[in-house]
C-alpha cells in the first residue's frame, strides 16, 4: 500500500523557518521524482518544488525561489522542502507527490500525501 505522509507544518511568523518532510513507501522511492505542491483556500494546487530520483535535478518554483529549498534521502525514503524567509502568502495546505518511471509500455501514476497545512502570520 503507497502512503506519502507529511509533517512539519504549523504557525510561523512571517520571517520564520519551517521544514517539511514526506516519508514515503510502497514503491520505490529511489527511482520516482518527488515535488512539493501547495494550496491555499480559494486557488488551484501549485508546484513548488521538484526533484529527481537521484537527486541531481531540482526545479523551484519562481514565487519561491531562493527561499525554498528541496532535498531527499534515499536511504529514508523521505524528501523535504526546507522553507526561509516565510511570508504571509506562503499560507497553505502543502502536499507531496511521488511519481514513478513510465513509458509508454508503465502508465504513469501519481501518488500524493494528505497535506500539511502551515500557516504563516504574526
Known amino acids: 500500500q503507497v502512503q506519502l505522509v507529511e509533517s512539519g507544518g504549523g504557525l510561523v511568523q512571517p520571517g520564520g523557518s519551517l521544514r517539511l518532510a514526506c516519508a514515503a513507501s510502497?514503491?520505490?522511492?529511489?527511482?520516482?521524482?518527488m515535488g512539493w505542491y501547495r494550496q491555499a483556500p480559494g486557488k488551484e494546487r501549485d508546484e513548488v518544488a521538484t526533484?529527481?530520483?537521484?537527486?541531481?535535478?531540482?526545479n523551484t518554483a519562481d514565487s519561491v525561489k531562493g527561499r525554498f529549498t528541496i532535498s531527499r534521502d534515499n536511504a529514508k525514503n523521505t524528501v523535504y522542502l526546507q522553507m526561509n524567509s516565510l511570508k504571509p502568502e506562503d499560507t497553505a495546505v502543502y502536499y507531496c507527490?511521488?511519481?514513478?518511471?513510465?513509458?509508454?509500455?508503465?502508465?504513469?501514476?501519481?501518488?500524493w500525501g494528505q497535506g500539511t497545512q502551515v500557516t504563516v502570520s504574526s
Open positions: 507527490k511521488g511519481t514513478p518511471p513510465y513509458s509508454y509500455f508503465r502508465n504513469r501514476v501519481d501518488y
Open positions: 526533484i529527481s530520483p537521484t537527486g541531481e535535478r531540482t
Open positions: 510502497g514503491f520505490t522511492f529511489s527511482t520516482a521524482t
